[in-house]
């Protein structure tokens, strides 16, 4: 309908409850048929046209009554109020009295009636005009600002596929109640009942200032049921309009972990990164590209993107240019292999780092173990070659990322990242370099991580495949991760291996389990398969050795394992001769070595190098 149609329709509507009103209203008073008065002639003409003219005045003609709220019935209240004076006023003028039990009648009447002719469109259209029965039912968490911001788009939304059936809310003072006509049915302890009784297909979280252990235990309760959960946007999304209330999004592996953020020494970072030469190799991984993202805000004066991978580096690049597109951050990027010596050394020697963080690695355990000697290239030699380069150019810091699996390791991968762990502590007693190293476990969203895998699967219809049923692992984010090490960096004395606090362990099925059950399938739909662990793998992961544990945090999430012994001399021994043994004895005797088990090498092989 055109809005002239509309104004026509509206106009016609509103004269007949008019003259309806103030005709009736004078049948009430008089239980007398014959109204029809000189009086009240006047008095319905003024009343007419009064009536339109505050109607256009309070634009009562230009409102979207199928929206209409209580600020459209304020509108209503004053125009007609507005009209009724204007009649009183005419009455004293023409007749020199006031009728005022007729115009107090004809008020209500006509509030009434003007009224209910504009609610009773939103009702007829909300009710039967558009209902749609094959919305999702859906249940709101949260009765507060944000719930009810979330359940008026629902509701007013009719392209939207939910329907909002109740609240729940941890407030007891409103259980029980209706908000915007939906009840308040009771707290989080009834979210696995509540979704049973009232046949929930989806659960949308909106609380988007909650901490993130509290929103763990939420979807905690939310995982016990077959409904898919959702949350709003983060706040600071909302406030700045880069997201609107009813952009829902899927729950992310993250949010099951319930870490709350960390806290940086932003002074202290700040006067180890500002304005120096920070050097990042494997620049374009998932934990060297984050790590530069991360230095950029605190505004170095030039960052130095060294890696293997053409493709990755150009690519983290230009983003970081994007980003960084007002600063004077200088960015260069170097194609590198850190296991060319001499490359490590003419790059330190050109650029001077002051700051170097050392994130290239192989880290894929199955991989490493079919190619070991792969791993010893690229884990042992080449961080050497990057640490002497260091060292020999006076560079101020040098970080190394290691991994959990350097403890006790049983793979390849853990092995040779142990050695070099040995090899920067060793170095770090001789050189004016500070060496450390930063142990840390899984992170989400790495390159070779589970999650991608489980959620591919899931989408797939399944089945998800874990190894083992009783495999756990320690989990953390990649910036979170990245933000650590940052930290562990302007921390560093010399010598440390840090350890990050990588909050409780999380079993693999678990794990899995609830990203099937969070993404509104059932167990049975998708299913668990257990496949076996692979060579190299471990049932669970350790931060630590016996021989290094250090009880005292350094810094909040942050400790220092004790140096253990050193075997540098056999490292050196077997990076001399490794090319002569075949991959499973050099398998064993990497394994080996990075357990502090000292096996005799061949004296042929000895010889040879």
Not at 322 to 327: R, S
Not at 335 to 356: C, F, L, T, Y
Not at 449 to 454: E, G, L
């Amino acid at each position: 309908m055109s809005y002239r149609q509309r104004l026509s329709l509206l106009v016609f509507i509103d004269s007949f409850i008019v003259l309806t009103s103030i005709f009736f209203s004078r049948f009430l008073l008089s239980a007398d048929l014959n109204v029809i008065t000189l009086p009240l002639v006047v008095s319905s003409i003024t009343l007419l046209i009064s009536h339109h003219v505050f109607s256009f005045v309070y634009k009562l003609y230009k409102k979207a009554w199928e929206h209409a709220n209580i600020d459209e019935l304020l509108f209503i209240v004053k125009a007609i109020t507005f009209s009724i004076i204007t009649v009183a006023f005419i009455q004293q003028i023409i007749v020199q009295d006031i009728y005022f039990r007729l115009l107090a009648v004809t008020w209500m009447l006509h509030i009434m009636l003007i009224g209910g002719s504009r609610f009773c469109w939103r009702l007829l259209r909300n009710r039967y005009i558009h209902k749609q029965v094959n919305k999702k039912r859906t249940l709101i968490v949260g009765a507060g600002s944000a719930g009810m911001m979330v359940a008026r788009q629902l509701i007013k939304n009719n392209d939207a596929d939910l329907e909002p059936i109740a609240f729940i809310d941890d407030n007891v003072r409103i259980h029980n109640l209706d908000i915007l006509g939906i009840p308040v049915v009771g707290g989080v302890d009834r979210m696995e009942m509540t979704v049973k009784e009232l046949q929930i297909d989806n659960i949308i979280i909106a609380i988007p200032s909650l901490g993130k252990k509290d929103l763990n235990f939420i979807f905690q309760e939310c995982a016990k049921t077959t409904a898919k959960t959702q949350t709003l946007p983060k706040l600071e999304d909302l406030i700045t309009g880069k997201l609107s209330v009813n952009h829902f999004l899927d729950v992310q592996v993250e949010d099951l972990l319930g870490r709350e953020p960390i806290e940086l020494d932003i002074e202290g970072i700040s006067e180890f990164i500002t304005d120096k030469v920070v050097l990042v190799t494997g620049a374009g991984g998932s934990i060297g590209s984050e790590i530069c993202r991360q230095i950029t805000k605190f505004l170095p004066r030039k960052l130095i993107l060294l890696g293997h991978g053409e493709n990755s580096i150009y690519s983290i690049e230009m983003e970081l240019k994007d980003i960084c597109l007002h600063t004077e951050i200088e960015f260069i990027t170097e194609i590198a292999d850190i296991q060319d010596s001499w490359k490590m050394m003419s790059i330190m020697n050109r650029h001077r780092p002051d700051v170097v963080y050392h994130a290239a690695a192989h880290k894929h355990v199955p991989l490493m173990e079919r190619n070991p000697e792969e791993a010893l290239k690229n884990n042992v030699i080449g961080t050497m070659n990057v640490a002497k380069a260091a060292s020999k150019f006076e560079v101020g810091t040098f970080v190394m990322i290691s991994t959990d699996k350097a403890v006790n390791p049983t793979s390849v991968m853990g092995a040779t990242k142990r050695m070099a762990e040995m090899i920067i502590q060793d170095m770090d007693r001789s050189s004016n370099t500070k060496f450390v190293a930063v142990r840390f476990g899984n992170v989400l969203g790495s390159r070779g991580s589970v999650i991608p895998r489980f959620k591919h699967q899931i989408e797939k219809g399944g089945p998800v495949s874990v190894t083992h049923p009783d495999m756990i692992r320690y989990f953390m984010t990649i910036p979170e991760a990245s933000r650590l090490v940052i930290q562990a960096g302007a921390l560093a004395k010399g010598g440390e291996i840090f350890i990050l606090d990588m909050g409780e362990p999380v079993k693999i099925v678990d794990l899995a389990k609830n990203l099937i059950k969070l993404s509104g399938n059932s167990l049975e739909d998708i299913g668990i398969e257990f496949t076996g662990m692979r060579p190299g793998e471990k049932l669970y992961e350790e931060l630590l050795k016996a021989d290094e544990i250090n009880e005292q945090q350094v810094y909040p999430k942050i400790y220092i394992g004790k140096t253990a012994d050193l075997y540098v001399e056999e490292i050196k021994e077997m990076i001399s001769i490794y090319t002569s043994l075949d991959k499973e004895s050099l398998r064993e005797y990497l394994v080996n070595l990075g357990n502090s088990n000292i096996i005799p090498l061949p004296k042929k092989l000895v010889s040879i190098g």
